[in-house]
């Protein structure tokens, strides 16, 4: 059997040591192993694909990013790019498909599985958005960058008597900013699961400066909203294939930082984290995620269990389908949200 692997859509540490699993498991069930390159557009075309073995994953489980590369490509926006990628699977010789991805790759994999009938997928997402599993590969290590930031930025808010604001990723839903939030010791945490008045949040700084805690820190994810600070004439780019706009061009977290100072007169200084939350070597809970579903995904193919996504389930390794992971966007728990309020 010779399957392929693939990573799409956003980087996201622990993507290397997904790719090492599925080779290493292959290997040991006799399989040949092609890795696409860079996401779908290495099916476009004429294909970009090589071959892997164990040496060329050797030493790739602590490393960031992807072997393979990745893109936002997205075959399914003209008919013949679709045809283009059913031609070169078949032109490859690929008996089975292993697509590492999150909500957009994973919607095109749903796509192929109805049309080709042999992908299985992997969920990857630093925002944890896919609908089921109780994290995707990324996820732990984008929450520990947000919280050795927020570890440093007590230093400094406190040493300058400063509010910060801290902008982190988060376009559908805020599991970033919440669970960094809560993890980092945050005093007010802003997500799109629960709009927020503007005037709420300077009360709450103002308050906190009157009970002598003289520095407050904010996180706010970048699709949060607050009420009275509007997105009117803010240009947001053109979407991406998958009709995504670039989300850090609301600037929230400078606008805030600006609103804040200007209602309550105090000194206030903003921070984007942006890309510092995909990059990095993979935190220990991702590398051993990104294992044990690399490892799940190969016997998948094995055994014939095509349109299935390994997913992490209350501690277990279960099967979804790939079609249920991509119905809804999961928002982020809001009791975690109740639970960081209690420490502001």
């Known amino acids: 059997m010779r399957i392929a692997v693939m990573t799409g859509g956003g980087d996201a540490a622990g993507l290397n040591a997904a790719i090492r699993a599925v080779v290493r498991r292959a290997i040991s069930l006799n399989f040949d192993v092609l890795g696409v390159r860079s996401g779908w557009a290495g099916l476009l075309g004429g294909g970009n694909l090589q071959r892997l073995d164990s040496r060329l994953v050797s030493g790739i489980l602590h490393q960031g990013g992807t072997i393979l590369g990745t893109s936002r490509a997205n075959p399914l926006t003209r008919p013949e790019e679709f045809e283009q990628v059913l031609a070169n699977l078949k032109a490859f010789g690929i008996d089975g498909l292993v697509v590492i991805g999150g909500p957009d790759t994973l919607m095109v994999a749903a796509e192929l599985q109805d049309r080709w009938g042999r992908v299985v997928g992997i969920p990857k997402t630093i925002d944890n958005t896919l609908n089921g599993p109780d994290a995707s590969i990324g996820y732990s290590t984008a929450v520990a ?3 050795e930031a927020l570890d440093r930025l007590h230093t400094t808010a406190s040493s300058h008597h400063r509010v910060l604001v801290a902008e982190v990723m988060g376009r559908d839903a805020g599991w970033v900013a919440v669970a960094g939030g809560l993890a980092g010791g945050a005093d007010i945490v802003i997500i799109p699961e629960v709009p927020v ?3 709420t949040i300077c009360e709450h700084v103002v308050t906190r400066r009157a009970q002598g805690r003289d520095f407050s820190i904010v996180v706010v994810a970048e699709a949060a909203v607050v009420t009275d600070l509007s997105d009117e004439g803010i ?5 991406d294939p998958y009709g995504r706009v670039k989300l850090d061009r609301r600037n929230i977290g400078e606008r805030l930082a600006a609103e804040i100072e200007k209602r ?5 200084r903003f921070i984007v984290l942006g890309y510092l939350q995909r990059g990095g070597v993979p935190t220990a809970e991702d590398r051993i995620l990104a294992t044990r579903l690399g490892v ?5 193919v094995a055994e014939g269990r095509f349109g299935y996504v390994p997913c992490l389930c209350g501690g277990k390794i279960q099967p979804a389908p790939i079609r249920d992971l991509v119905s809804r966007s999961q928002p982020a728990d809001v009791e975690l949200y109740e639970l960081a309020k209690l420490f502001d």
């Open 296 to 300: 799940a995904a190969v016997d998948y």
């Open 235 to 239: 240009d947001l780019g053109r979407p």
């Open 264 to 268: 309550t007169g105090l000194e206030t």
């Open 197 to 199: 008045e503007l005037d």
């Open 145 to 147: 960058v947000v919280t």
